[in-house]
């Protein structure tokens, strides 16, 4: 390290300490103002490394101090703190998003909500109100034993927070009856803090929580949430091999669209992909595609019957006692299997995609010609906008990010939506709102752009403080 170099380091780290004293000043207990470089870093990271793509931009970025606090009160300090000293606040759950929507761009803090984690009450009709580290997982157990359960949850429930999904989920298990997370007010309302001079604590509900919701952070901190349940089911867990995929693909359609099937999970796996889950190796079979399910337990026989009649081999069909199940089947679905694939092979990422109902045999068939080996179908049945539509998490081979994009560009030239996992912006990832909500509610709630600056691209600083 030359003069200079040195010269830059002493300076960056005489501001990390000046940063980090403010904020013990600001807190008052400097236990939760987080300095240490390997803390840091670790709490500056998600799943990021999920994209070959991502990783090599994203992984030498970091916070400089990390800040966890533990009140509302103890936020609106922060962000008025932050907002004064014009520092960069990147809000953190538990940092299992896969496009790293939580790695901070510009240094400056991680606000880490780990600590807020109180469910504070289960209402008797059925909506749980939480601080936003609430476990999905913790909620969806507590749910259960007042008769309630989550309508949907995404595979990674035991490790995410309810602030995290409704900041960067989407949906899950459970979504083929209750659609997505930000479907059919499952968000009642949120109480938001903003980034200003003065933060305001904002309570949106109704079409109000859509300014927020999946914004990644960009445009205020959710520190509370009402979040919609549904009455609890006693479920059962599936697994059926079929010769072959179309078989199984055409036996999950029946069920997705069959109104008298009561059904929590429906994803259909090509082979080889159940060769990557090793540890329930002995639930599939080898060359035969799968079916990984979870419906009602009392449906359970004669979905076997079902089944059989179709031609499946039925592997396993046991009641599900819960999220502590062993086999967790759902642990292999979602984006769950792009991590088994990974883990077998390093080469393999994926894509996120929507087929037409319509279209979707001709578009499976299109992909299966062009591709091969190099795209294999991982369907996610979902009932998205009240569309029961053939999603999926294709497990695709990578080489380099002009190939990934030549197939999302062939995706979308034969009526496949992509919602593209590679990009590290609200807008690029496919998911952003077109009437702009999210960016109309960054001008009017981080004025200055300080709220996990970079992600949402097309918002542009601006001199006076509210937009036209
Ligand atoms: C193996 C694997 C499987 C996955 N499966 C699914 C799936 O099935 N469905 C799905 O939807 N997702 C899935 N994900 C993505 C992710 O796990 C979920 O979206 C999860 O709910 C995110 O929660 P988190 O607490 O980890 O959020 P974080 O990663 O901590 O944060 C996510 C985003 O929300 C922002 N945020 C966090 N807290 C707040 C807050 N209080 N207010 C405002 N913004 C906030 C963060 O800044 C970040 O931009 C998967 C990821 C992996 C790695």
Known sequence: MDEQEKEVENEETKMRMELATGLVGVLGDASRVLTQPQVVERLSKDFYWYSPVLKPLLEDKHADVVVQPVSVEEIIAVMRYAYEQNVAVTLRGAGTGNYGQAVPLEGGVVLDLQKMDRVLEITDEGVAVCEPGAKLGALETMAREQGWELRCYPSTVAKSSLGGFLGGGSGGIGSITHGGVRENATVRAIDVVTMEAEPRLLHCEGEAVHEILHAWGTNGVIVKIWFALTPAVAWAQV??????????????????????????????????????????????????????????????????????????????????????????????????????????????????????????????????????????????????????????????????????????????????????????????????????????????????????????????????????
Not at 252 to 261: L, M, R, V
Not at 316 to 339: C, F, I, M, V
Not at 439 to 448: F, G
Request: glycine share 6%; hydrophobic share 40%.
């Open 239 to 468: 697994a059926l091999c079929f010769k072959t995929f179309d078989a199984a693909f055409d036996f999950s359609e029946t069920i997705a669209k069959g109104s008298q099937w009561q059904k929590r999970l429906i994803t259909v796996f090509e082979w080889p992909i159940p060769s990557f889950f090793t540890p329930v190796k002995q639930f599939t079979r080898d060359g035969e595609a799968s079916i990984f399910m979870m419906i009602a337990e009392s449906q359970r026989e004669a979905f076997v019957v079902a089944a059989k009649d179709a031609g499946a081999t039925v592997m396993l069909a046991e009641p599900w006692p819960g999220l502590r199940s062993q086999p967790l089947l759902s642990d292999y679905t979602w984006n769950h299997t792009t991590l088994w694939a990974m883990k077998a092979d390093p080469e393999y990422t994926y894509l996120q995609c929507g087929y037409d109902p319509e279209r979707v045999r001709e578009q499976l068939t299109l992909l299966k010609a062009k591709y091969g080996a190099d795209y294999l179908h991982h369907m996610e049945w979902a009932n998205w906008g009240g569309v029961i539509t053939p999603g999926s998490i294709p497990v695709v081979r990578f080489s380099t990010a002009e190939r990934l994009n030549e197939m999302i560009d062939y995706c979308r030239e034969i009526g496949v939506s992509v919602a593209n996992p590679h990009i590290n912006n609200v807008e690029g990832g496919g998911r952003y709102r077109e009437d702009n909500v999210q960016l109309i509610a960054k001008y009017k709630h981080d004025p200055k752009g300080l709220m996990n600056p970079g992600k949402m691209v097309t918002f542009v600083k601006r001199e006076m403080e509210q937009p036209v």
